[in-house]
């Protein structure tokens, strides 16, 4: 069965109502005359005014985020161009901490699927800190990582369980 997935409103409140608190708490904090402190809570509150507007961002997304069909899979936050099952070489269900994730693997450069500066941008961060440039999850989206696996399982090649500590070990390198 296709799966298709939208931002969960329920969790970008979460995530909203967080970001309002810390922002609230650094504005208190800054009420000093300690410059230190004074410091950290300006760049404290200019950092969760971007995540607000982040998350703002995201709430009036009403486009689809994450398709995996039998057309191929596509993120919205990752690709712009939907990969075909034809073109995907590999998968791995990888876990690194509490995050879990399903890297997707292709034949052609992942620099196919993606037209935005901003998400080459991001792909090169990922890898540069052991992340595979391709990697789907589940986070502020309205379906499960299980929901994710059957719908990959069902469309596309095996999916292989990574060994999380020689992946810890190689983005150790």
Do not use: C
Not at 10 to 23: E, Q
Not at 32 to 44: N, S
């Amino acid at each position: 069965m296709p799966l298709s997935a939208h931002y969960d409103r329920k969790k970008l409140t979460i995530l909203l109502a967080a970001s309002f608190g810390f922002m609230a708490l650094s504005l208190l904090l800054s009420q000093t005359d300690d410059p230190y402190i004074f410091a950290t809570a300006q760049v404290t509150f200019l950092f969760f005014l971007g995540l607000t507007i982040f998350v703002l961002a995201r709430f009036v997304e009403r486009r689809e985020i994450l398709r995996i069909d039998e057309n191929g899979v596509f993120d919205r936050r990752i690709i712009d161009k939907t990969i075909p099952w034809s073109e995907v070489e590999r998968l791995r269900a990888i876990g690194k901490g509490k995050m879990r994730f399903i890297s997707v693997t292709a034949t052609r450069p992942t620099t196919e699927y993606i037209t935005s500066g901003f998400k080459r941008k991001m792909m090169k961060v990922n890898e540069f800190i052991g992340f595979h440039a391709i990697g789907i999850n589940a986070n502020s989206i309205n379906v499960s990582f299980d929901q994710m696996q059957t719908a990959f399982a069902a469309f596309g090649p095996e999916i292989e369980k990574a060994d999380a500590k020689k992946d810890e070990e190689k983005s150790g390198e």
